[in-house]
């Protein structure tokens, strides 16, 4: 991609850099942003909001790949913290298990959109979702690994990094083009 700059040089106009490739800044075409700030579920999709986007869906392989990438182009490759289980190591997506007229868990998933989960994402554990129940609830919003790709039931009142999505995309991208070239900080 090109960027159209202005320079001056020397005071007089010059526009031997009048454009210049510049990939940190213009070549992400991605659908998913990843906003590092920790917030509990109903926060981030408040702020998703805010911000004119929509809380992240993710509903193929393809796409829980190119959230994976996302997240490390947010974090810059590294893990942000050694423990598993550590809130920067997880992100909230746009995901939650419908609830039955008691409030517990049925064991479908659907997005904050109302429609229903159309893939069968590789979850955390063997016995995930596992729907774990405390005072405050039972696990039933979305939280995706950042480190293994994997997905996690989890309590909303959690406070994580989370993913934002345009309401329609402008351009296509393929991370498996981009992403050897850009992010890895070398």
């Known amino acids: ?45 408040a702020l998703c909001e805010s911000y004119g986007l929509e809380m992240a869906i993710v509903n193929s ?30 992100i909230w997506l ?3 298990e419908v609830m039955d007229s008691n409030d517990e868990g049925t064991g479908e998933w659907k997005h904050w959109n109302g429609k229903k989960l159309e893939f069968d994402p590789d979850w955390d554990r063997k016995d995930q979702p596992d729907n774990w129940t405390k005072r405050r609830g039972e696990q039933s919003k979305v939280a995706f690994s950042r480190i293994n790709k994997k997905w996690d039931d989890s309590f909303y009142w959690k406070k994580r990094p989370f993913a934002c999505q345009c309401p329609k995309r402008g351009c296509n991208f393929t991370h498996q083009e981009q992403a050897g070239n850009y992010g890895k900080g070398k």
């Open 94 to 96: 746009g995901t939650e």
């Open 61 to 90: 392989k393809e796409e829980n790949e190119e959230i994976g990438w996302a997240a490390n182009i947010t974090f810059n490759y590294e893990p942000t913290h050694p423990e598993r289980w550590n809130k920067m190591n997880w």
């Open 1 to 45: 991609a090109v960027v159209s700059t202005q320079s001056a040089h020397y005071g007089r106009g010059d526009d031997t850099y009048a454009s210049m490739k510049a990939p940190f800044l213009c070549n992400y075409c991605g659908k998913y942003i990843v906003v590092a700030t920790p917030r509990s579920w109903y926060k981030a999709k």
